[in-house]
């Protein structure tokens, strides 16, 4: 019988387990952890429902617009990348910036279906404590459209006791529109925008300027030509075209969800409800990349 110390039996792993690795960091006394990094003890403390007793729904209300208020801040964040990057001649830039607002814009549209698992009867109960506050008051969705063109002075109003987002809206309403850069690019490229186009209040909202029509026949029907400039100019129309597609499917997404929810009834904001976010679906962003369809291949 031998007198040596046995070996020690190495730690076994419950089944269904992994093994934590020895150099995973346990002690965060001194170091920066996750929860730190994003400050989830405040974010994950900001959701409040006010509802009396406190309905187990209004949760998913609240997360679900909160969520889309952090999306719709990366949006921003983004599209005024996309739009420094025209002023830039950078065009490979915008066209990044947009394929990443086109994903963004995916999960946006996606939330919708988590919200409309509210039923009419569970948002009843507790909508009237929202009182008089509404989507409609949201300053970075109003601020998404300015920036991509749909201008409205008279939204301002809305937002005259938050100064911050008066602020903000109002410097948007008075600079050019991603658009609006885009059409100065190809102005710069040698491409021939009318100088109407180019010295256009861009207080005001893009109409549709048949002059246009004709300068995108000749960028979609050269795209395939030897010049790889005009495939990248051709691509970043429709990256734009996406984008608005994007936008108008969420925007429908919208309705749909709202009409399945309260039917007709006004929004608690005072708006029309169902009927006004219908009318939302004839506003345009870049209207001449759709009437370009029109013209290709007309004889």
């Known amino acids: 019988m031998s007198d040596a110390t046995p070996e020690k039996s190495p730690e076994t792993t419950p089944e269904n387990t992994r093994a934590i690795e020895d150099t995973i960091v346990t002690d965060f006394s001194t170091r920066m952890s996750y929860g730190s990094y994003l400050a989830l003890d405040e974010l994950l403390q900001l959701q409040r429902p006010i509802s009396e007793p406190e309905h187990h729904d209004e949760l998913l209300f609240i997360i679900q617009h909160q969520t889309s208020e952090l999306w719709m801040k990366l949006l921003l964040h983004e599209a005024r990348s996309a739009r420094q990057c025209l002023i830039d001649d950078d065009l490979g830039g915008t066209l990044k910036r947009i394929a990443r607002i086109k994903h963004i814009q995916e999960a946006l549209i996606q939330q919708w279906s988590v919200l409309a698992t509210l039923t009419p009867t569970e948002y009843a109960e507790f909508r009237g404590f929202l009182a008089n506050s509404s989507g409609f008051q949201s300053h970075q969705y109003r ?113 749909r969800t709202v009409r399945r929810t309260i039917g007709f009834k006004r929004g608690t904001g005072g708006s029309a409800g169902v009927d006004f976010l219908q009318r939302a679906l004839d506003l345009t962003f870049f209207p001449e990349l759709y009437a370009v369809r029109t013209e290709i291949g007309q004889a």
């Open 143 to 255: 601020a998404i459209e300015f920036i991509l063109g749909n201008k409205h002075a008279g939204m301002l109003s809305v937002f005259e006791s938050d100064p911050e987002a008066h602020a903000v809206l109002t410097g948007l309403l008075h600079e050019p529109s991603l658009y609006d850069e885009f059409l100065r690019f190809l102005a710069r490229q040698g491409v021939a925008i009318p100088a109407s186009v180019l010295e256009r209040d861009v207080t005001k909202a893009h109409v549709f300027t048949p002059e246009l029509v004709p300068v995108f026949v000749e960028i979609y029907e050269g795209a395939h030509g030897p010049d790889e400039s005009n495939w990248r100019v051709y691509e970043a129309c429709e990256e734009l075209v996406d984008l608005e597609d994007n936008f108008q499917l969420w925007r429908f997404r919208h309705l």
